[in-house]
């Protein structure tokens, strides 16, 4: 199993980001697809999460209308485009398969003037 997150960059409160992810060592398009961050010295926490087939998608309150995630099955790829952030959104980010004990490194994003 192999997660790879990119597309983490520093950006000024208010701007834009795109993240992604691509799996592979699993079969991706079976999967449940969930981005978490984890902010310093605080505990990783569930920002959203997609079902296989992209017909659900779940948001934390604090994203909610800022953040859309998406998949492309035949990418193996999980995306979490990331609108108006703020700097509470700075945070090392991750992708996760369910029930799929692996964290990859993570891309982090730093929201800052």
């Known amino acids: 199993v192999q997660l790879v997150e990119s597309g983490g960059d520093l950006v000024q409160p208010g701007g834009s980001l795109r993240l992604s992810c691509v799996a592979s060592?699993?079969?991706?398009?079976?999967?449940?697809m969930s981005w978490y961050r984890q902010a310093p010295g605080k505990e990783r926490e569930l920002v959203a999460g997609?079902?296989?087939?992209?017909?659900?998608?779940n948001y934390a309150d604090s994203v909610k209308g800022r953040f859309t995630i998406s998949r492309d099955n035949d990418k193996n790829t999980v995306y979490l485009q990331m609108n108006s952030l703020k700097p509470e959104d700075t945070a090392v980010y991750y992708c996760r398969a369910r029930n799929i004990d692996y964290w990859g490194k993570g891309t982090p994003v730093t929201v800052s003037s």
């Open positions: 060592g699993f079969r991706f398009s079976s999967y449940y």
């Open positions: 997609i079902s296989n087939l992209s017909f659900n998608k």
